[in-house]
């Protein structure tokens, strides 16, 4: 189970997206209602850690950052700022790099969209559509 969102630089959500493996489970999110809940206050704590690991690693990929209650949080930092977090149940690490690397590009690929505002949410069906291509993909 994968909870994924794209928070911006100044810690809104941009897009949110919550989706089981397409590999065993269809794709369909079957968080326990009680978790389900809490999914945006998790990935919203732990952006204190990541913020505090963004200065310590060269690299954009985080990996996992934190855990709570048997999930896990992976995270990604954008050239702009801007957080892709994902929490888990269990993954590959290398799979979920790949995973938001190509998200990444994804995301570039809207703010080079002259019809894009930044810092706004992400409501494109497009958008949407190829998130969870890459999640069937890689997740």
Known sequence: MYYFSIISSDDTPLYE????SFKSAGG????????????PFIANS?????EELQW????FYLGKVDSFSGYSVAAYIT?????LVLVYDKSDE?????FFIEV???????LMSPFYVVNVP???????????????KYL
């Open 17 to 20: 997206l919550e989706f089981a």
């Open 28 to 39: 369909v999110g079957q968080f326990p209602e009680n978790v389900r809940e809490l999914l």
């Open 46 to 50: 732990s952006l204190d850690l990541v």
């Open 56 to 59: 310590s690693s060269p690299q």
């Open 79 to 83: 050239q702009g700022n801007v957080r």
């Open 94 to 98: 290398g799979s979920i790099r790949q």
């Open 104 to 110: 990444n590009e994804l995301y570039v690929k809207c």
């Open 122 to 136: 992400l409501t494109s069906p497009e958008f949407d559509m190829k998130v969870k291509q890459v999640g069937r």
